[in-house]
């Protein structure tokens, strides 16, 4: 866990605000904070956080100790959230509502991992998945922005890299990052350009393992979910001893959805909650305009075309939330398995370990289950946030979440 840089780095830059985890709150981070900006009280977070399981949410499976992809070891998560300016937009000037979020398979360790990645609608931008799909690994870390940051991000990445240890064995640094995105426009300055290579430098030099932060943090700061409040949310599966007790982690930045088309728990949340639908009126044929990253880790030992197996099954978890994956939403998945280190080794003959196919059927059901929290962990998380041009995306409120749930008996006791 990081210390007191948890929030305003004005050596790094001015009147930014990032923020870390949701352990350093009440002590650091708004103590640190109090010469901040006031919109920064949209994205912080109290000193205890309700998670959609506090609030009787019932789901399936038994999460790991934190309930988040931090519970597959190794697998580190850092952040840079940016938060600025108010009222009109002003392109190049904000308001900023954006971020980085950075995804570290093995934590620091330049150790490639067996990867597989899923498009279920490609209108969106995930970099570095042809080689991913060529070599069936993933070189370095996976990263999250906003749509028009990938290109900075995707060189930041690359000179991160570098600067961590020397060239390979062929004597050059290569790299083709995995870099992904969702579109954050309706809060954010997005034509901006107002992440920079040292955003992408901190979420990356602050990764951590542990608890990680949820709602409007890092890539997820200014997205919309289901016409609420969207953002950043993670949870996990235990399979039992049984099954291999293997770990399945999710981490979604979710941007997309209709208002009418969101369930949780199988109950039509969305469209007992109508009221303050942020797009509604946007056009006479509103469609979806937004979008997913979904990121699966798991220590189960599969290799290449099982990990495209797995992140095929988040679109199960995606439905269970009630997206149809409309023509205007970038649905792209990657998934990647801890085990069988130093398989990426260019000399010798590896030795591998690899679940039988017939065994994986806990996995899918576990990377569902972990899915479909996920999400909805992010727009528990969220909070109301107002951005450009006086945008507002409300946050879904917990009270009438809980109401709608008891109404349908599926309140969790």
């Known amino acids: 866990m990081m210390g007191p840089r948890y929030c305003c780095e004005a050596w790094l830059r001015p009147g930014r605000c990032c923020s870390q985890t949701r352990a350093l709150v009440a002590v ?190 890092g890539g997820g700061t200014g997205m919309v979910c289901n016409e609420f409040k969207g953002g950043t949310g993670s949870a996990s599966r235990v399979l039992p001893e049984s099954k291999g007790g293997y770990t399945v982690g999710v981490l979604v930045q979710c941007n997309y959805g209709l208002r009418p088309w969101l369930r949780v728990a199988g109950v039509p949340v969305g469209q007992e909650i109508p009221e303050k639908a942020t797009r509604s009126g946007l056009s006479e044929n509103v469609d979806e305009v937004g979008s997913i990253i979904i990121v699966v880790a798991t220590d189960a030992p599969l290799v290449a075309h099982q990990m495209k197996r797995i992140a095929r099954r988040a679109a199960l978890g995606l439905g269970r939330d009630g997206s149809i994956s409309g023509n205007g939403s970038g649905d792209i998945f990657i998934a990647f398995s801890t085990a069988n280190p130093g398989a990426w080794k260019t000399s010798g003959i590896r030795t591998l370990q690899m679940l039988p196919n017939d065994r994986m059927g806990p996995l899918f059901e576990a990377a569902v289950q972990a899915t479909e929290e996920a999400i909805i962990n992010a727009m528990v998380a969220a909070t109301t946030m107002t951005g450009r041009d006086g945008h507002t995306a409300v946050a879904l409120p917990h009270d009438r979440l809980r109401e709608v749930l008891q109404k349908y008996n599926r309140l969790a006791r």
Request: charged share 20%; hydrophobic share 40%; net charge negative.
């Open 28 to 217: 650091i981070g708004l103590a640190a904070c109090a010469f901040a900006l006031p919109l920064f009280s949209q994205s912080a977070p109290s000193a205890f956080k309700p998670r959609a399981r506090d609030l009787g949410v019932p789901f399936d499976g038994t999460p790991g100790k934190l309930n988040a992809i931090t519970d597959v070891a190794g697998v580190e998560v850092g952040y840079t959230t940016l938060i600025s300016g108010e009222g009109k937009l002003v392109v190049g000037q904000g308001p900023v509502r954006t971020g980085v979020t950075a995804i570290l398979p093995r934590g620091k360790k330049d150790d490639p991992v067996f990867g597989g990645w899923f498009s279920l609608n490609g209108n969106g931008e995930m970099t570095g998945t042809t080689w991913v799909e060529e070599s069936g690994f993933i070189e370095g870390p996976v990263m999250i922005t906003n749509t028009h940051s990938v290109g900075v991000v995707h060189d930041a990445v690359i000179a991160w890299r570098v600067k961590q240890g020397a060239a390979d064995e062929s004597g050059y640094w290569w790299s083709t990052p995995v870099v992904a995105e969702t579109w954050d426009g309706w809060l954010n300055d997005v034509n901006g350009f107002h992440v920079k290579p040292e955003d992408a430098f901190h979420a990356l030099d602050t990764a951590h393992g542990g608890a990680i932060e949820e709602g409007n943090v």
